[in-house]
């Protein structure tokens, strides 16, 4: 007898019965190693789709257990995630695949992106209307708006033109400006996009006039450095000058320029400046030291202001190894033509070069002058020097210069400290003549370079150059301290300070060097930074003071090095050991230490 068929049905129910009976099964948990990304070349499109990724924003402890199921809802956020993250930069028909690869419980996803062609602008509708739409500066501004016809439609660029408009416009005095019109059209089948801007500018602001609070000079002082009349059109360069006009001063300790349109409806802007007073006098004492000229104290007075035309008075004494020096100056604020000083100032000073004694008195009298990045000056200089002369058996001489020196310095720089791109030139012009009261006649000019470049963020190379020339029918008469020397700190590093120049044996049978007419200096460094403090660098310097341009007077001094680099709260100090390679280095090495700006 066979046993009837059991019913196929009956089979899936008493499974469906007994797993109803057992406990249910743990879901498995993943750990999420990693999300890559490819398929795109450029840093910042990169940069926005990682963090438009949803599974990118997950935590560690969410990346530490990841369920399947949200693990598979994640991955099908990707696609949009993609879009969101490339629209910016014009972007608008992206695919994007996942692969994703297990080892165990550990997962990494892989997302391959297809960015394809992106929107380009086709149309450019941008105007201004109102006051500003016969006002150059914004006319020509918004001609090189981006993006511009034929480029993606890169939304950073919009933005960031949009919001150039309305800063120019503020800049400029049109304070009720408003934008009517910012719309973008985009065809994604045509893969074209038109743009509408439209400003609505109303009228242009005038500047009023300034007025100024809490300062202790006279009417009429500071009222000079304001270079508008009331009633010009409001820029707020102009307002930006006046405040560091002010601070150039070094008057006050607070500057506080408030240039605000009224609230009564008006179109003129008053300035309103509020000053703080500084501290009036400053007195300053010192150790110095440098590898140039020994250890040394100094000391100093500066009083501010003396009286409330704004007068000012400096003083410092130096006393050091190998040399001391005093200087006294007084300071009258000029503003006609250039913002500047009047300056009638006195000096006393003691300098050795090698084994000649120089003592020096010098008078001048000054007017400064800062024209856009330069600094002018035009002095006339009353110099008297006493020196040991070697050509007559180290008997004292003396001379007696007058004459007039014209200098101008400029300097371009990201940082004041520490530049990572910046430059540098200062020339000097001085001459004398017998006819004005100078010993002999002379005309001698000088020029310094400095140019520095940054390598990434670590690496910087530095070049320096130095030219200088005399011209003089009577040199040997010519005063030590104004000669030509190179070697020292900031020259031939490896020799020491005016170590290289001409020399003249005396009477004595003494080597001496005298200087030269003309001076060659360049160097060449390359800085590498190991932490952002601490770094390192090597360098090689060249020079000679000569004179005569020929192979028996012009010899090219080499040295070369290696230092420490330290950037202090301070300013960079800068350790270097260098060894002289020519025939004027004195010693086999030699440690030099300076502290201050590159430029």
């Known amino acids: 007898m066979t046993s009837p068929r059991q019913p196929a049905s009956l089979l899936p129910a008493s499974l469906l019965a007994l797993s109803l009976m057992l406990p249910a099964l743990p879901a498995v948990a993943l750990e999420l190693r990693g999300v890559e990304v490819r398929g795109l070349e450029d840093e910042a499109e990169l940069a926005n789709v990682r963090a438009a990724l949803s599974l990118v924003a997950l935590d560690a402890r969410q990346r530490a257990d990841v369920g399947e199921g949200q693990l598979d809802y994640l991955l099908r956020q990707v696609p949009g995630d993609v879009a969101r993250g490339l629209e910016p930069f014009g972007?608008?028909?992206?695919?994007?695949?996942?692969?994703?690869?297990?080892?165990?419980?550990?997962?990494?996803?892989?997302?391959?992106?297809?960015?394809?062609?992106?929107?380009?602008?086709?149309?450019?509708?941008?105007?201004?209307?109102?006051?500003?739409?016969?006002?150059?500066?914004?006319?020509r501004r918004l001609r090189w708006l981006r993006p511009r016809k034929g480029e993606p439609l890169r939304h950073d660029l919009y933005e960031a033109s949009k919001a150039s408009i309305d800063a120019l416009l503020r800049e400029r005095?049109?304070?009720?400006?408003?934008?009517?019109?910012?719309?973008?059209?985009?065809?994604?089948?045509?893969?074209?996009?038109?743009?509408?801007?439209?400003?609505?500018?109303?009228?242009?602001?005038?500047?009023?006039?300034?007025?100024?609070?809490?300062?202790?000079?006279?009417?009429?002082?500071?009222?000079?450095?304001?270079?508008?009349?009331?009633?010009?059109?409001?820029?707020?360069?102009?307002?930006?000058?006046?405040?560091?006009?002010?601070?150039?001063?070094?008057?006050?300790?607070?500057?506080?320029?408030r240039a605000e349109p009224p609230e009564d409806g008006g179109s003129t802007v008053p300035v309103d400046v509020r000053l703080t007073p500084a501290k009036r006098s400053i007195y300053s004492a010192g150790l110095r030291y440098s590898t140039d000229k020994g250890a040394g104290v100094t000391g100093g007075l500066e009083r501010r202001w003396l009286n409330d035309r704004g007068?000012?008075?400096?003083?410092?004494?130096?006393?050091?190894?190998?040399?001391?020096?005093?200087?006294?100056?007084?300071?009258?604020?000029?503003?006609?033509?250039?913002?500047?000083?009047?300056?009638?100032?006195?000096?006393?000073?003691?300098?050795?070069?090698?084994?000649?004694?120089?003592?020096?008195?010098?008078?001048?009298?000054?007017?400064?002058?800062?024209?856009?990045?330069?600094?002018?000056?035009?002095?006339?200089?009353?110099r008297r020097e006493r020196f040991d002369d070697p050509t007559t058996?180290?008997?004292?001489?003396?001379?007696?210069?007058?004459?007039?020196?014209?200098?101008?310095?400029?300097?371009?720089?990201?940082?004041?400290l520490y530049p990572r791109r910046g430059h540098s030139l200062h020339v000097e012009l001085r001459g004398g003549h017998t006819g004005i009261g100078s010993d002999i006649d002379f005309l001698q000019a000088r020029a310094e370079a400095n140019w520095v470049r940054s390598l990434g963020w670590r690496n910087r190379i530095l070049l320096?150059?130095?030219?200088?020339?005399?011209?003089?029918?009577?040199?040997?008469?010519?005063?030590?301290?104004?000669?030509?020397?190179?070697?020292?700190?900031?020259s031939v590093r490896g020799y020491g300070h005016r170590d290289i120049g001409e020399h003249f044996v005396g009477f004595d049978n003494r080597d001496y060097i005298i200087g030269g007419r003309h001076l060659v200096v360049a160097s060449v460094e390359f800085e590498r930074m190991f932490t952002r403090e601490w770094g390192g660098a090597v360098f090689v310097d060249a020079g000679d003071a000569f004179d005569d341009f020929n192979s028996e007077s012009f010899d090219m001094q080499l040295g070369v090095g290696v230092g420490v680099r330290w950037r202090s709260p301070v300013g960079p100090v800068r350790l270097d050991l260098a060894h002289g390679l020519g025939d004027d280095a004195r010693d086999t090495l030699r440690l030099h230490l300076t502290i201050g700006p590159d430029l």
Do not use: C
């Open 311 to 382: 007068h000012k008075l400096l003083a410092n004494v130096e006393l050091a190894q190998r040399g001391n020096e005093a200087n006294v100056a007084y300071r009258i604020p000029a503003f006609a033509w250039l913002d500047g000083w009047y300056t009638a100032s006195a000096s006393l000073r003691q300098d050795p070069i090698d084994f000649i004694d120089s003592e020096v008195l010098e008078v001048v009298g000054s007017r400064s002058g800062q024209l856009g990045d330069w600094t002018l000056v035009a002095g006339l200089h009353f």
């Open 91 to 139: 972007y608008y028909d992206t695919r994007a695949e996942t692969d994703v690869r297990r080892n165990g419980e550990a997962v990494t996803v892989i997302v391959t992106v297809r960015a394809g062609e992106p929107v380009r602008v086709d149309e450019r509708d941008i105007q201004v209307t109102g006051e500003a739409g016969a006002d150059e500066a914004i006319t």
């Open 393 to 416: 058996g180290n008997a004292l001489a003396y001379s007696t210069l007058v004459y007039p020196q014209l200098s101008a310095s400029w300097r371009v720089a990201d940082d004041p």
């Open 173 to 257: 005095g049109y304070f009720n400006a408003r934008l009517q019109t910012h719309r973008v059209e985009v065809d994604r089948g045509e893969g074209l996009a038109d743009i509408f801007l439209t400003w609505e500018s109303g009228e242009r602001y005038r500047l009023g006039e300034a007025s100024f609070s809490g300062h202790p000079f006279r009417d009429g002082l500071l009222e000079k450095l304001v270079d508008w009349e009331p009633g010009t059109p409001y820029h707020q360069s102009r307002v930006v000058d006046l405040q560091q006009r002010l601070a150039a001063l070094d008057y006050f300790a607070g500057i506080d320029v």
């Open 464 to 490: 320096r150059a130095e030219l200088g020339t005399t011209l003089s029918d009577d040199f040997d008469a010519f005063p030590p301290l104004l000669r030509f020397y190179a070697g020292g700190d900031q």
